[in-house]
T-cell receptor, first 111, second 113 residues
Framework: DAKTTQPTSMDCAEGRAANLPCNHS???????VYWYRQIHSQGPQYIIH???NNETNEMASLIITEDRKSSTLILPHATLRDTAVYYC????????????FGKGTRLHILP | DAGVIQSPRHEVTEMGQEVTLRCKPI?????LFWYRQTMMRGLELLIY????????DSGMPEDRFSAKMPNASFSTLKIQPSEPRDSAVYFC???????????FGSGTQLSVL
């Protein structure tokens, strides 16, 4: 898997947009960007993924730069329940069976 | 669907005892993964199966660990003998096909005294 770099931790005020960056400068053409999060005492949960176009679902938006070397996960209106560790992963779905998790970003939503 | 089901939720045992963790994947999912999580090492992949066959067990720490998947709806991770350093949260996950998103269970919190 291509390596990703994420900040260790971030704070965001409740109700504001949380923007979580991820660098993946060695990403290859067939690798997608995936985001998972892990709320305390729970298993990781899939959020969103994308190849090169921006993606949006009910949980978040994913913005991928044109050169695909970095991306940003956006939680548009963060709530206290969004406090979690967020993992950015690059993976080629037609090649990689498994997912290797890094350290992720610990996001604290402040009341 | 009930999701991935793991049991027990918590396990406390003494060093040297055998420990068996259980997992029921989502029905119809072809892939099953076992992960271990500690503060020091984060989330580590131990082993994964495709259609009940072990594909990659390179993450299994040592011979004390073994995993089986006798059928499509059940898998076990066994530690014999257990040691205090095995204390961790063990997660099971499944996915429908290669490259699909993973669904995780709630984990088993293992404490070896």
């Amino acid at each position: 898997d291509a390596k990703t770099t994420q900040p260790t931790s971030m704070d965001c005020a409740e109700g504001r947009a949380a923007n979580l960056p991820c660098n993946h400068s060695t990403i290859s053409g067939n690798e997608y960007v995936y985001w998972y999060r892990q709320i305390h005492s729970q298993g990781p949960q899939y959020i969103i993924h994308g190849l090169k176009n921006n993606e949006t679902n009910e949980m978040a938006s994913l913005i991928i730069t044109e050169d695909r070397k970095s991306s940003t996960l956006i939680l548009p209106h963060a709530t206290l329940r969004d406090t979690a560790v967020y993992y950015c992963i690059v993976r080629a779905p037609n090649r990689d069976d498994k997912i290797i998790f890094g350290k992720g970003t610990r996001l604290h939503i402040l009341p | 669907d009930a999701g991935v089901i793991q049991s027990p939720r918590h396990e406390v045992t003494e060093m040297g005892q055998e420990v068996t963790l259980r997992c029921k994947p989502i029905s119809g999912h072809d892939y099953l993964f076992w992960y271990r999580q500690t503060m020091m090492r984060g989330l580590e992949l131990l082993i994964y199966f495709n259609n009940n066959v072990p594909i990659d067990d390179s993450g299994m720490p040592e011979d004390r660990f073994s995993a089986k998947m006798p059928n499509a709806s059940f898998s076990t991770l066994k530690i014999q003998p257990s040691e205090p350093r095995d204390s961790a949260v063990y997660f099971c996950a499944s996915s429908l096909l290669r490259g699909e998103k993973l669904f995780f269970g709630s984990g088993t919190q293992l404490s070896v005294l």
